[in-house]
Nanobody, 128 residues
Framework: EMRLVESGGGLVQAGGALRLSCAASGFPRGLDDYAIGWFRQAPGKEREGVSCLNWSERSTDYADSVKGRFTISKDASENTVYLQMNNLKPEDTAVYYC???????????????????WGQGTRVTVSS
């Protein structure tokens, strides 16, 4: 069974940092043809894409709201994707999810919502 498990959420003050992890398992042919994305859903808002990584090409994509503050990366030996979040703001408060799709990051907001495998989410709270 293909699974994604997020971890690393928590409570942090504005200006602080957190690193989220997304551990992938059960992918029979590995992750080379997959994209891994990070999404978030704040209370009362729709889930939105934050960042995406093409596993084999290492190319990345970021939402404008997090550019320069968040960095997506991978550890291939651990089949894990990280989201390093620096200079956190109260508006970053949300449940963060990772998702994967057998595709690239092009239009990942659509493809992952329609076809993706999702983790259970990890909560991030940024206090002012």
């Amino acid at each position: 069974e293909m699974r994604l498990v997020e971890s690393g959420g928590g409570l942090v003050q504005a200006g602080g940092a957190l690193r989220l992890s997304c551990a992938a398992s059960g992918f029979p042919r590995g992750l080379d043809d997959y994209a891994i994305g990070w999404f978030r859903q704040a209370p009362g808002k729709e889930r939105e894409g934050v960042s995406c990584l093409n596993w084999s090409e290492r190319s990345t994509d970021y939402a404008d709201s997090v550019k320069g503050r968040f960095t997506i990366s991978k550890d291939a030996s651990e089949n894990t994707v990280y989201l390093q979040m620096n200079n956190l703001k109260p508006e970053d408060t949300a449940v963060y999810y990772c998702a994967s799709v057998y595709d690239d990051c092009d239009d990942y907001n659509y493809t992952m919502h329609e076809l993706g495998i999702w983790g259970q989410g990890t909560r991030v709270t940024v206090s002012s």
